[in-house]
């Protein structure tokens, strides 16, 4: 059985929150969550801790965006990513986190700084070309299935795509939903989801919920222009993060 301390317990149950927060109001959230869960954990034990709980507030996510995804950008996506996460499990064991983070967060941090100025150009063209979307779908599947760290590399993608807020967390919900269950035979075979890991899981499971009704809520009441910002800021904040 897990055990932590009581400071431990509080620190997973804040991160539960901001995982449902994440999945249906303020997408980046969920980045700053996991290296929460790592700090008490440990890298390994979190990753497989996490995908669980992802999965439930993916349930939340789907139940109420169902309608707001945007299929065309999904299967765009869907056969590169998964081609990423067979990657990932392959690479598990051979590289560690203090050698992918870093890399992430510069990705990250790059393809953001390359979105902010393309905004600043009002004719940029929307990127449409296969090969962005290869590319984006594969190191979110290696990221995802290594250590659960896509959602800044899909949050700059869909920035880029101009989606509205409703439909970027809406096809957001489908593809996490897909991808992370995609995930789950992967993570058991590594021993990563184990009998001890669900039971934590269902401890913290009603925060989970807690923080995706909170989310929808949330993106009612917050407006477009500001959302975009706040996912920029949340994005930025999550790459910096992994820096360090």
Do not use: C
């Not at 150009?121 to 590319?135: E, Y």
């Not at 899909?154 to 939903?177: D, H, I, Q």
């Amino acid at each position: 059985m897990i055990e932590i301390s009581a400071a431990g317990w509080i620190t997973a149950g804040l991160a539960a929150l901001m995982f449902g927060i994440s999945k249906t109001g303020l997408p980046g959230l969920g980045m700053l969550a996991i290296p929460l869960m790592a700090d008490i954990l440990g890298a390994k034990t979190s990753t497989g801790i996490v995908l669980p709980m992802l999965i439930f507030a993916d349930i939340f996510a789907v139940a109420y965006y169902h309608r707001q995804a945007v299929w065309k950008h999904l299967l765009r996506l869907a056969p590169w990513a998964a081609a990423g996460v067979v990657l990932g499990y392959r690479l598990m064991g051979r590289i560690d986190d203090r050698q992918l983070k870093p890399l992430i967060g510069l990705i990250v941090l790059a393809m953001l700084a390359v979105h902010l100025w393309r905004s600043r150009r009002p004719d940029a063209p929307i990127p449409t070309h296969w090969l962005f979307s290869a590319v984006i779908g594969i190191l979110a599947g290696v990221t995802t299935m290594l250590a659960n760290a896509a959602s800044s590399i899909l949050a700059v993608y869909f920035l880029s795509l101009r989606l509205p807020k409703n439909e970027f967390v809406g096809t957001g919900a489908w593809y996490y939903m897909i991808l992370n269950w995609f995930k789950v035979p992967f993570s058991v075979s590594l021993g990563l989801i184990n009998p001890d890991s669900l039971r934590f899981n269902l401890m913290l499971f009603p925060l989970v919920g807690a923080g995706a009704l909170a989310g929808i809520l949330l993106l009612r009441v917050i407006p477009e222009r500001p959302f975009n910002r706040i996912v920029q800021l949340l994005t930025a904040a999550a790459a910096v993060k992994l820096l360090f």
